[in-house]
């Protein structure tokens, strides 16, 4: 594949970093990977297993000359970072970022970004409960899908960042950013702070052990687990900066979840079946769109042959 | 591996009775394994993939002269179940079950059990989001626990059902049956409850396209789905027959969910941050007891070699 950035510098070396990276080199489509990462342990992590060309010891240096930089750190650091290396960005240079929030990092980064420098925001759908620099692999991306929210950026420079995520193996889309901030709070941030929430119940829960939850978690409570095992800070900034989408979704989530406990409390089982046969049909649906495998269990079992 | 039963009859044929059909096969524990299904579509599809050495036309012909009878119904259904059977069991015989609540279990088949039969509840802690006869694989129980309620029964007849269950290759608890219904509402009750909800939520959202919901569920919401997928019939019995336990938990959790959404609103980072950081540890618990795999992302993407 024809290299479609000379030089790519990111901004952050986590999961998703590192997973661009492997997947830039698969590839092919960057000449040189900078990269960058606040902690001196990351930096030396990333020197010690090959996890970019170069990597340099400060943000300034990593993005001096790169064509594409893409901030790769907690949507609640995109200010700070964005302050320290505005000034050293390449005119004609993309800025580009990964996170899950994007009205908040338009309004983080924006006011930071120089006139010749095309600011085209974006968010791969794509994680593990996994972190770090030594968490990433080059097929994170496959099939998965990542969302531009341009507004009003150059339509030939957006254009070049979508070819370049589909080279790492996205399914692209555009969408305006307060609408993805919405669909994201109902697939994603809700989900997990839900998550969170009854692994915490679980955890402080004097009557059941901790060693019961952990070993009778087969039946359905693991799978929450490892939602609720992501980067902390990470998820903390997301709740903090999709704070109205999110509690709007948490609103309709308790009304119907009450709706459901009444419907236990006087043994209604018509609206609990109604209900249950209604959410088969979602899945069915995730699973013919490629977005989830239907192997019994994700294959953790074997299956018979 | 020797016999334990000589004669097994399985009343019902769904995931968990047609897997333990083949585990039965694969560790040689049973002589003859006999099984019985209310819908002739059902026995049908038995008959032609090789479920069960015989498969009966009524559950009284298929227990007769069995030494270990499992009824693997949905919770709701033993009652029936029971009543139907109780005339042909053997004397001597172990009766046994599946359900996922045990106190309900107990106090509908108790009645109907002749002086001279064991009666052992049980409950296999495995499963996928599939059902049917279709469904089952050999390896469904290996390294997953089942609790026995055996309550007062023969701790000989308990000690054999046990080595039974290892030899499907669970790994086996004793519990009282109630304190069962409390463990269990809180790592499988309440968490399908709740993957139940938020997927009736995005469904149900008219400002976000089922389309989208099923395209963007990669970062979250599908494992919600996953769980929310599982057969509606015996979720709807779980809940009518584990009420008290259940909506205790609900209670709870809507509790610390409402601590979160006030967090959220406040913009109290800290909070968030040491939540998310506590539940963290539990996962790495379940990991250690081997109730998951680390493999990120369950291993629906290859791992970077």
Known sequence: ?????????????????????????????AGEVVGYARSVETRDTARRI??????????????AGADLVV??????AMDRVAREIAPALKPGAVLSDVGSVKRA????????????????????????????????????????????TPEGADPGETARLRRFWEALGSKVDEMDPDHHDLVLAVTSHTPHLIA????GVADDLGRVTDSE?????????????????????????VFLTNKDATLEILGRFTEE??????????????????YFTRTRAIRRGIIEAGQDTDVPNFGRNPEKS
């Open 1 to 29: 594949m024809a290299v479609i950035y000379d030089r790519v510098a990111l901004i952050g070396l986590g999961l998703i970093a590192s997973s661009m990276f492997w997947a830039m080199k698969r590839a092919g489509v």
């Open 50 to 63: 090959g996890l970019c060309d170069v990597v340099c010891d400060s943000a300034a240096e990593a993005v």
């Open 71 to 76: 901030l790769c750190v907690p949507v609640g």
């Open 105 to 148: 990092v338009i309004e983080a980064v924006g006011p930071y970004v120089p006139e010749d420098v095309h600011f085209i925001a974006a968010h791969p759908l794509a994680g593990t409960e996994q972190s770090g620099p030594e968490a990433g692999f080059a097929e994170l991306f496959d099939n998965r899908w990542c969302l531009l």
């Open 196 to 199: 969170y929430t009854m692994v």
């Open 213 to 237: 939850v952990v070993n009778f978690s087969a039946a359905g409570f693991r799978d929450f687990t490892r939602i609720a095992a992501s980067d902390p800070t990470m998820w903390r900034d």
């Open 257 to 274: 979840l009450f709706a459901l406990q009444r419907a236990i409390r006087q043994g209604d089982g018509e609206h609990l079946h109604a």
